[in-house]
Each structure stands twice: as structure tokens, then as C-alpha cells.
T-cell receptor
């Protein structure tokens, strides 16, 4: 079983739609959680951290469910520029060290 | 401020040859990481430097891979001899030391080196 699992998609939704991704992780000791965004042939970039209480950044909302070991990302009012691969990332250690990536969920927004 | 830079951007070599990848982290970042993404797979951790010391090299696939960070500045990753399965994109990332009591600082990624072994 992979340590971090994501639905690979692709998700193809119209502009303005709301779309949600889920991610599950296997290590219950994991402490830090993130969503990264990766554009085609580019490097991953941090989109947002995920906190236990849930957090929101504009159109993006991230949730963490420790009991079920899953993380979610909700994108509201999607824009064409949101088209990218979204990577679920988990840090399993209590130091700035190894992070574990999911394989990513591809999102395509159509006009 | 300059971001993480990597050189070369692309490298095409034949099986059995040697290739050296270079990473220049963001100035002042003590932490430097190497990752690799092979075709169709997720990005995987290779190793982590804190300054010039290897903090964690549990992700290095085998002894054909050698990473160095002399002087705690830039880092090199050498593959010798290269095999077909080494093809992929090699990313470098850097981060500052976490603040007191902090668990994690954002890792800033370089654009990657696309390695093709024929």
C-alpha cells in the first residue's frame, strides 16, 4: 500500500464549478500535511498547509481528518488557471526532513 | 531573491556513463533535499542535507548514487554508472531551519533536471 494515495483523475470540470480532491495517508504518526500544485513540466509549489481545524485561502479550503487519515482540498469557483496537478504531501517526522508525495490528481478546467 | 537553481535542465546519456547534477539552494537555506520522479510514479525523496551533513539518505536507491554538499552551499548528485531505470526528473529543494518549536518549513523546489538514459 502506498504511504500517500490520491485519485489520479483526471478531473475535467467547467469553469466556475466546485471540485474536491481527497487523499489518504497510511502512517497515523504523520504530523504535517500539505497540498502542492505542479504545472506541466514545472516544479511543485506549495499551495497550502493543512491544519487540524481546517483552513481556507480564498477559493481553496483544506481539511484534515486524523481519525480517518484523510486530507481534502476544495476549490470553489474554479478558474482556467487552476488547471494543474495537485499533490498531497505528508511529513511523517517532527523535523524539517523527509516529505512523502502522493502521485497527484490532475485537474483540467474547461471554458 | 533567486530561487533554487539546477543544472543542467536536461541530460541525455548512454547506459554506463556518468552524470553529475548540480543544485544551488536559496542563499541561507541550511536544508537541501534531492527528490526524483520516474515516469508514471510519484515524486520520491532521495536524501536530505543539513548544511554539509547528510541528515537522511534513506531514499538513495543504491550505491551508484553519490550526493555531496561541500561547504554547505551547492550540492551535486552523481550517478555512476547510469542505468536505464535512472531516467526521470531530479528535483532539488531547499528550506531554512524551522523556527523554534516549529515542525516544518516550506520546501522551495528547483525546476528539476530531466535525465534520460539510453
Amino acid at each position: 500500500r502506498k504511504e500517500v494515495e490520491q485519485d489520479p483523475g483526471p478531473f475535467n470540470v467547467p469553469e466556475g464549478a466546485t471540485v474536491a480532491f481527497n487523499c489518504t495517508y497510511s502512517n497515523s504518526a504523520s504530523q504535517s500535511f500539505f497540498w502542492y500544485r505542479q504545472d506541466c513540466r514545472k516544479e511543485p509549489k506549495l499551495l497550502m498547509s493543512v491544519y487540524s481545524s481546517g483552513n481556507e485561502d480564498g477559493r481553496f479550503t483544506a481539511q484534515l481528518n486524523r481519525a480517518s487519515q484523510y486530507i481534502s482540498l476544495l476549490i470553489r469557483d474554479s478558474k482556467l488557471s487552476d488547471s494543474a496537478t495537485y499533490l498531497c504531501v505528508v511529513n511523517a517526522y517532527s523535523s524539517a526532513s523527509k516529505i512523502i508525495f502522493g502521485s497527484g490528481t490532475r485537474l483540467s478546467i474547461r471554458p | 531573491e533567486a530561487g533554487v537553481t539546477q543544472f543542467p535542465s536536461h541530460s541525455v546519456i548512454e547506459k554506463g556513463q556518468t552524470v553529475t547534477l548540480r543544485c544551488d539552494p536559496i542563499s541561507g537555506h541550511d536544508n537541501l533535499y534531492w527528490y526524483r520522479r520516474v515516469m508514471g510514479k510519484e515524486i520520491k525523496f532521495l536524501l536530505h542535507f543539513v548544511k554539509e551533513s547528510k541528515q537522511d539518505e534513506s531514499g538513495m536507491p543504491n550505491n551508484r548514487f553519490l550526493a555531496e554538499r561541500t561547504g554547505g552551499t551547492y550540492s551535486t548528485l552523481k550517478v555512476q554508472p547510469a542505468e536505464l531505470e535512472d531516467s526521470g526528473v531530479y528535483f532539488c529543494a531547499s528550506s531554512p531551519q524551522p523556527s523554534a518549536g516549529g515542525l516544518y518549513n516550506e520546501q522551495f523546489f528547483g525546476p528539476g533536471t530531466r535525465l534520460t538514459v539510453l
